[in-house]
C-alpha cells in the first residue's frame, strides 16, 4: 500500500472511530448528514489541533524538517535594495553574477532554473472574516526549503523555495565548494522564491502557463526576473495596489523564458492575476489561478486541459462555501492535488496562509494530515 493510500486509509478508520463514539454518546438520533458534518469537524478539529503543536521557529541553520522538506531563517541585509538600485537583472543568469560579485565569492552556477511546473491557488475569508490564500506547488520530487526573512529594510516574510531549481546541472566540485554552506545556500534561496506571505498580510504565487510566448520587456525601466520580482514584492508591498505599483516599475522577464502569472492577495481579501500579453501586463480580479490565460482576448483559455479543470473544481467549491476556515482550504487543495490526476508528478508543497493573522500551515507531498505551523507575527 502506498503512503498516501495508507493515510487515506488511517483516516477512514479515524472517521469510523469517531462515528463509534458519537454512537456511543448518544447521537444516534441524529439524521446522516448531521453525523457526516460532526464526524468532519471533529477530524477538521483533531487534524487543526495536531498542526497547532507543530510550530515550527526556524533559526540560522537549515533544519530538515523531513526527508526533501528543509527550513531556515536570515535576519538582516542580503543585498537586494544594492540589487535593485544597480538596476537588478534581466537573466537569471545576471542574478547570479550579482549574487558572485556582491555577496557571495567564487560563487559560479549556470542554468539554476530549469523545467516547468504546474500549481494551483485559491483566495477566501473565514467565517470571521480572515484573508486566506492557498497555493499548490507541483512538480517532481525535490528538495523544498522554506525561508523566514527578516531584511533590515523591508517586511518580514516567510517563502518557499525549490532547492533542485539552484542546483540542477551544478557540477560536483562546485556544489562540494559553494552550496554546501548554510549561508550561501539561503543567500541563493532568497532570491529564488516561487510564493510567499509577508508580515503585513500580502501573498504572492507564481504558476506557469505552457505557451510558447515569453515575457521580455524592453523599456528604460530597470529589470526583474520571475523569482527576483515576488521577492520585492515579499519585502515592499503591502497591498495588492502596492504590488502592482510596484510590478509596473520595472521591465519583467520570465525565468527559463517561461510565460508565466502570477497571484496576487492581501488581507483586505483582494485577489488578482498578473498577467503578461504581448509584454504588457493584464491585471484580473480573481479568487482562483491555475495553469491558462484569464485575460480577454485570444490568448484567454490557452494552458493545460487539467488546468481549466483544477480551476473549475476550486471555483466550485468556492460557490458552494464561500467563506472556508484553513482546513477547508487545506481540503481544497487536496482535492486538486497531483495524486487526484495520476499524474507522475506530485503537490511537492501546499500552504495555507492566513494573511490577517501572519500564519502559514505547510503540507509536504499530499500528506495532508501533517501540517507544519509557522508565524510571522503572535497572535
Not at 149 to 168: K, R
Not at 251 to 276: C, K, N, P
Not at 288 to 300: D, H
Amino acid at each position: 500500500m502506498s503512503h498516501r493510500r495508507a493515510l487515506k486509509s488511517g483516516m477512514r478508520c479515524l472517521s469510523l472511530a469517531l462515528g463509534l463514539t458519537m454512537l456511543l454518546s448518544g447521537c444516534a438520533g441524529r439524521t446522516e448528514d448531521q453525523m457526516q458534518n460532526l464526524e468532519k469537524h471533529e477530524t477538521d478539529r483533531a487534524l487543526s489541533e495536531a498542526e497547532e503543536g507543530n510550530l515550527v521557529s526556524p533559526t540560522a541553520e537549515i533544519v530538515e524538517l523531513e526527508d526533501g522538506l528543509l527550513t531556515v531563517r536570515h535576519d538582516g541585509d542580503y543585498g537586494f535594495d544594492a540589487f535593485l538600485a544597480k538596476g537588478g537583472a534581466s537573466s537569471d543568469g545576471e542574478v547570479i553574477e550579482y549574487l558572485a560579485s556582491s555577496l557571495l565569492s567564487d560563487f559560479n552556477l549556470d542554468d539554476w532554473l530549469t523545467g516547468a511546473f504546474g500549481c494551483s491557488t485559491i483566495a477566501v475569508r473565514t467565517p470571521e472574516g480572515d484573508a486566506l490564500f492557498g497555493r499548490n506547488f507541483d512538480w517532481q520530487n525535490c528538495e523544498a526549503m522554506i525561508v523566514e526573512s527578516h531584511p533590515e529594510e523591508g517586511y518580514a516574510s516567510l517563502s518557499t523555495v525549490n532547492m533542485d531549481f539552484i542546483t540542477q546541472n551544478v557540477g560536483v566540485g562546485m556544489m562540494s565548494a559553494a552550496l554546501n554552506s548554510d549561508e550561501i545556500k539561503t543567500l541563493a534561496a532568497l532570491y529564488a522564491p516561487l510564493d510567499g506571505m509577508n508580515e503585513a498580510g500580502l501573498a504572492v504565487s507564481v504558476n506557469m502557463i505552457q505557451d510558447n510566448a515569453a515575457i521580455e520587456q524592453d523599456t528604460d525601466r530597470p529589470d526583474i526576473t520571475t523569482t527576483t520580482a515576488i521577492r520585492l514584492l515579499l519585502d515592499k508591498a503591502a497591498s495588492v495596489d502596492e504590488a502592482l505599483e510596484l510590478l509596473g516599475q520595472y521591465d519583467l522577464h520570465g525565468s527559463m523564458g517561461m510565460m508565466v502569472h502570477f497571484a496576487i492577495a492581501d488581507s483586505t481579501g483582494r485577489s488578482v492575476a498578473v498577467e503578461y500579453v504581448d509584454n504588457d501586463m493584464i491585471v484580473i480580479e480573481t479568487p482562483v489561478l491555475t495553469n491558462f490565460y484569464l485575460a480577454a482576448g485570444e490568448k484567454q483559455g490557452i494552458g493545460t486541459a487539467q488546468s481549466h479543470e483544477r480551476y473549475d473544481m476550486l471555483m466550485h467549491r468556492l460557490e458552494a462555501t464561500p467563506r472556508m476556515t484553513m482546513e477547508d482550504v487545506r481540503n481544497a487543495l487536496d482535492s486538486v492535488s497531483k495524486d487526484q490526476f495520476g499524474e507522475f508528478e506530485s503537490t511537492e508543497w501546499s500552504a495555507v496562509m492566513n494573511l490577517s493573522a501572519g500564519e502559514v500551515r505547510y503540507y509536504h507531498r499530499e500528506n495532508y494530515n501533517r501540517g507544519y505551523t509557522f508565524r510571522l507575527k503572535s497572535r
